[in-house]
């Protein structure tokens, strides 16, 4: 089963789990974290098979495929061990730890290919489908658009508030050919070697403040032609337009934040004055490109994100 199917499959076991009763199920935030997990993994995986197809240096999505493997176990650790579930009787004719057991063995069969190094050839060449599921559309379709972005890129639209750069460019936009019909996809892709996996990303029409797509990490969504609005770790920015048969490529890069368990970092917009996201200790956030202030201890200074980079703090 190629290796896209199974992380539906995996994400659909998680969303089942949602229904079981409270204490025998994984927290939301445990299957926000998984999903988002195996969102980052498939396209880390999908830039390997990528660079070895070309011929290029793998020793970087290698990296990265092996630090979401640990995270993915890690966050898997989490979860309601069977025995616990177990102490909880089953409705009459339902299968115990069914979901649970299966989510399980899915994930198992998922680090195994991400170990084991294969190529995801249906990834570089998908198959056509009538229908993709929306859970499978980031990863059916995440490595054509990240060839079509190295092929070729236009600047498009400046950004609005959010803190980017007076002048700047918000995206990329390129044609790609494997999009034939009415839609055009928008691409949310941060750079490797570090994982943005909980960075909230979420999708807004033009002057509306109800989000139409979310997620957290790497996106990619396909939408009808027009133009939208995208906050990163709630950084908005505005006048991204998606063209029917073209990637729109988002401007981004990561704020790496070293600091202490017990230290307080927030991130504020570049007048210093709205907050946009924070936490304790060491932190990885992603960001559109522009200037922001970075908070401790009352004081803040000024950091720059440019595309495709990790800017350390």
Known sequence: MPVQEL???????????????????????????LTSLLDQLL???????????????????????????????????????????????????????SFLDKLSETLAKIIQIAQQGKELASVVRPPQQSAPLESESLQSSVVPSLQALADTESSTHPSGTSGATPGGQCCHVVANPALTGRLGRLVVAFPGGANAGSSRVDVFRAGEQTAVQGGYGAQMWDLIPGTYAVTISGARVEGVTVQSGHDTRVRVGILRVAAGGSTRVDLLDAGGKAALTGGYGAQLIGLPVGTFRVQVAGQSEAVTIQDGKITDF
């Open 7 to 33: 992380v539906g499959d995996a994400k659909q076991y998680a969303e089942r789990l949602k229904t079981e009763p409270t204490g025998n199920r994984p927290s939301p935030e445990q299957i926000s974290k």
């Open 43 to 97: 396209c880390d995986m999908g830039a390997r098979a990528l660079a070895s197809q070309q011929g290029s240096d793998v020793a970087k999505p290698e990296a990265q495929i092996a630090a979401d493997v640990t995270q993915l176990q890690q966050v898997q650790r989490t979860f309601p061990s069977v025995a616990a579930e177990q102490a909880t009787p089953s409705a009459p004719g339902q299968e115990k730890n």
